[in-house]
């Protein structure tokens, strides 16, 4: 099966919006197994729409609307399929139902023009919106298939992947499921990453092994096909486990986890309090903790100490360990952590000190970092990092190092090690 | 003339990467009074990228290409153009001088398929490269332009901005420069600056006023185009002014300030030190004023207190007046900024405290924050919000208001009122 994604939207035609939809329903369908070869864009302008489906009807056979069908005089997608397909138009009372559920909701006034939005096209097996009001729309002419999906992303997501993907497996008489696991790993590079699973990777097919790299992590993504879900988690579950005898101990959590959220779920579960002595990243490792709702209980606070007046006067940090180490030394990443803890009364205290750049500090080159966490015990780890990003990647960076080695921590002592 | 992007690169089909670029081109494009009727992507493939650019020929008079231009094998947007245009492809001097000096620059060894990016369509002007190594390309056959440019979206853009536009006017007859003022605002909506400067955006021509909001502020683009730098900027001036004196409360700054780098600049100008005391944002105030490189000289660092005994214990802060007026309140907003000022013996203090939800705090409904701003003068003032978006958003955007209400402080003891 060849596929094409057409988006509608004169916005995108001016640069306003990006079409991210036309790249996350391009991985779902390589997910599911169907190539993509195109992507067009086309403005709201219902002439032109149609000349590009002609083109699309000729090269492909299945074809992806994303946008147009709103309740404006803009949108037409489905009014130019309708019209190109010999369907009509006609009202779906569980769509219609569904927008004045959304609008009972929301409290606002529902007007005539929103009816619009209920109509699909005849013959079609509709998708149900969840996060909005216009449904979506699967329909077979002539041997292409037609998936109409809205343009905001929110909602185009969930149904894309909860209605389109399971419809079009159907079709295509596979009665299978797709199951996703995502591994998350941090302090590990996309190149060695793949180096050490590689035999994994080129020879695995069910599931299927992908890595992905963002700018400062990396994930593998384990896809599986099956007949059901219980079978298709165990396809996943041995290759899980032989990626985390090779390279376990990057892996910081799965699926949504991020950073902070396991973070936070270390230190929530082990009712364990933390403060931090925060300087080149000024903030940036107890605003990241903080993103996860009911760290309150964990979380009791710290200081930033952005110069080295500061060091001294709010955490103790002696003269003569600074002239004798340096403030980018392991010596004063142990004394933050070891002084903030105390301050605070946690029992957790950590400490991060480095040169961000752009220049040396304290005559350490630019990315020199070291991270000091004490936990329970008083005993103080510390650890260096030689970043080579810019001043704020590098910052960020080092905040995430950070709650990555924060995380390894707990699980040692979680583990007994 | 119409216009079209065809980014070529398989990794866009997959959905690995995002189209940046057609939005990038598209934007600028606009700018120059050139529309763009269509974005295509199609992969690696000779014969598909053959097959959509005779679609393209039949519909439009420019074709703009990204992607393809690099040293390996999948890399073939040149060499399919040019066996479809009969031209050939010839070795380009000063591309390959910048490629030799481009391998010095960053110790690397040139291979020989680097040479292949020296390569360009014989007859075709050369656009430099002067973040990368390939160079693009702009030639006209049969009334129709291509314009080719690398995919890395950090070489593509300066190229596409100061080679490939003032190209396009040269062929258009056009002796004409367009010149961008981008004027900032904070703590306005959209929809109310549009319709305070509906007049303006209605019936102004040249410059074009362009409103556009990101999540979290709103920017005017202010384009002129005119025969000369010169007199762009002074088609710009008296549209600008008028601008201010509506709506020039709300303008923190210009171009490619931010709120950070604003307020960093008014700071370290006026040669003030701040701390701040943070308790929903734990940090994020210091962490984004952090972002601006020189700013040591500033920031002297601060506390997070995100707990209630933290703000007594490491901020003084007094228990009655916590049970008399709770933390979320102006009261308690006032005393944070006082008493870290007085804590670190900075010029300047600042205290935020609020509900950032998703739960009320303190009584006070999630999104209720108050900042407090104490400068030299040792008066304070305090400012409430009523945020409405996720516990994030709320979070981020209270330390985007400090900033704000920062540089607004500082901008009225500068000018004396």
Chains 1, 2 share one sequence.
Not at 88 to 110: C, K, V
Request: hydrophobic share 40%; net charge negative; glycine share 10%.
């Amino acid at each position: 099966m060849k596929a094409e994604i057409i988006a509608v939207g004169s916005e995108l035609l001016l640069g306003q919006i990006t079409n991210t939809n036309a790249a996350f329903i391009s991985s779902r369908l390589a997910e599911a197994g169907i190539d993509v070869y195109y992507h067009t864009v086309v403005g709201d302008n219902p002439k032109r729409l149609e000349e590009a489906i002609m083109i699309a009807q000729n090269r492909v056979d299945l074809i992806v609307f994303s946008g147009g069908l709103g309740p404006t005089k803009d949108d037409l997608t489905k009014e130019t399929i309708a019209k190109m397909l010999g369907a009509e138009l006609e009202s779906d009372q569980s769509a219609l139902l569904s927008i004045e559920a959304y609008f009972n909701r929301t409290g606002r006034i529902m007007t005539e023009n929103n009816k619009k939005q209920a109509l699909v096209l005849s013959g079609s097996t509709v998708l149900m919106n969840n996060h909005g009001m216009a449904p979506g729309m699967a329909i077979e002419k002539n041997g292409i298939s037609y998936i109409l999906v809205p343009g905001p992303p929110h909602e185009m997501g969930p149904m894309f992947e909860n209605e389109a993907i399971p419809y079009l497996l159907g079709t295509l008489g596979k009665r299978e499921v797709i199951v996703s696991r995502v591994l998350k790993f941090y302090g590990i590079g996309e190149a060695e990453l793949e180096y050490r699973v590689q035999s994994i990777l080129e020879n695995q097919t069910n599931p299927t092994v992908a890595p992905l790299a963002s700018p400062d992590s990396v994930i593998l993504r384990l896809t599986a096909k099956a007949q059901s879900i219980e079978a298709a988690k165990n396809f996943i579950a041995p290759v899980e486990a032989e990626i985390r005898s090779l390279v376990g101990q990057f892996i910081y959590g799965t699926d949504d986890d991020t950073l902070s959220s396991k973070a936070a779920e270390l230190l929530i579960g082990s009712q364990l309090t933390i403060a931090a002595a925060e300087s080149l990243t000024a903030g940036l490792f107890m605003a990241e903790l903080a993103d996860v709702p009911g760290i309150s209980s964990s979380l009791k606070g710290g200081v930033v100490v952005y110069d080295e007046e500061a060091k001294k006067v709010q955490l103790d940090i002696p003269a003569s360990l600074l002239d004798e180490f340096g403030v980018v030394s392991p010596e004063c990443a142990a004394a933050l952590a070891r002084n903030v803890k105390r301050k605070f009364g946690s029992d957790i205290g950590i400490g991060l000190t480095g040169a961000a750049g752009p220049d040396p500090h304290d005559g350490k080159p630019m990315g020199t970092v070291w991270i000091g966490i004490t936990l329970q015990d008083g005993k103080v780890e510390t650890y260096k990092l030689n970043l080579s990003g810019s001043r704020n990647a590098n910052r960020k960076r080092a905040a995430r190092f950070a709650l990555y080695y924060l995380i390894q921590e707990m699980k040692k002592r979680e583990s007994g090690i």
